[in-house]
């Protein structure tokens, strides 16, 4: 099975393609431009590089979230896109377990967070694994609430992704030696894990099935809805 990963749910823009178990290509951009300039490109570099084409690939692996709202539509549309003209099913991947599931090996908890501003986090935990084992749902959390809630899980825990920099300090006070600190080269979402994921799967969408996963509503709608509530007073 051949298998083409998107993920924009982040800071990072990537892509990879996975053929029968072996990563045969990977792009990854953390260069500062949109996700939308880079993924079209991004995709048909890799798909160029291991000399396939979209009418080879049998499924396409997409993150759907959480994450930035903007990034997670960058890559449903595009694979929703891709996937219609190609007649191609789709896979949906969850950014926190992808993160985990690449890690490797790991004594302890996986906590994948990432930074959802006003000092919450968008959070999960797993044991590690390929896929990992889930013991906390995605949630958006005060970061303090979900360090309280992780505790029971285990006694040693690696923390990753974006939310990871920003709130290392807070986390480091808080939880002491119990935290450890993926290193930069680790610390985000890889592309070959999301392959790995999506071939494995056992869901498969159409491209009309496909949809971001949000965890909260976009700021602007949320800015709605307290507009008109304050209306109503």
Not at 43 to 59: S, W
Not at 94 to 115: K, N, R, T, W
Request: glycine share 10%; charged share 20%.
């Amino acid at each position: 099975m051949i298998t083409l990963s998107v993920d924009t749910s982040g800071p990072v823009c990537s892509v990879a393609v996975l053929k029968d178990g072996a990563i045969l290509g990977e792009q990854m951009a953390l260069n500062h431009m949109t996700h939308s300039a880079n993924l079209m490109p991004m995709i048909d570099r890799v798909l160029e590089d291991t000399g396939l084409n979209l009418q080879l690939i049998e499924r396409i692996a997409c993150v759907t979230g959480p994450g930035s709202f903007t990034g997670v539509r960058i890559g449903v549309s595009t694979v929703k896109g891709i996937a219609h003209g190609n007649d191609i099913p789709c896979v949906p991947v969850d950014a926190l377990e992808a993160m985990a599931a690449g890690v490797g090996d790991f004594d302890g908890i996986v906590c994948p967070i990432q930074d959802a501003r006003a000092g919450q986090v968008y959070g999960a935990a797993f044991f590690p694994g390929c896929p990992p084992e889930r013991l906390m749902d995605d949630c958006p959390i005060a970061l303090e609430d979900y360090l309280h809630q992780i505790l029971q899980y285990g006694k040693r825990f690696l923390f990753l992704g974006d939310g990871m920099p920003v709130h290392k300090t807070a986390i480091a006070r808080i939880l002491g030696s119990a935290a450890v600190f993926a290193q930069p080269h680790m610390a985000y979402l890889r592309p070959g894990a999301v392959a790995v994921l999506g071939s494995i799967s056992d869901v498969t969408l159409n491209y009309k099935e496909l949809m971001p996963m949000y965890l909260r509503a976009p700021s602007a709608e949320r800015n709605r809805k307290l507009v008109e509530a304050a209306k109503n007073v």
